[in-house]
Nanobody, 115 residues
């Protein structure tokens, strides 16, 4: 059974930092790509950062220079370190994985950035 469980969201002041964690169960860490998306109310879900099994990393333009995605296979965990957070970053952040053409999603963790 594949399961992705996020944690680390919360309330942070503008300019602050958060580290999101996604703990994976099952075989999801054989996924070709894992990463993070986010969705704010009324908006479409959008890419934050992804990392492939081969180590290729892609960041949204708005995240470049502010975020770092990493995997720890020993802990079956993928991380997203976010710095210099802005109110525009407020959203539900979802852990994401692709395995054999199937998309998997966590339930999300809410990040709220106050001004």
């Amino acid at each position: 059974q594949v399961q992705l469980v996020e944690s680390g969201g919360g309330l942070v002041q503008a300019g602050g930092s958060l580290r999101l964690s996604c703990v994976a169960s099952g075989i999801i860490f054989k996924a070709t790509v894992m990463g993070w998306y986010r969705q704010a109310p009324g908006n479409e879900r959008e890419l934050v950062a992804t990392i492939t099994s081969g180590g290729y990393i892609n960041y949204a333009d708005s995240m470049k220079g502010r975020s770092t995605i990493a995997r720890d296979n020993a802990k079956n965990t993928v991380y997203l370190q976010m710095n210099n957070l802005k109110p525009e970053d407020t959203a539900v952040y979802y852990c994401y994985g692709v395995l054999s053409g199937m998309n998997y999603w966590g339930k999300g963790t809410l990040v709220t950035v106050s001004s």
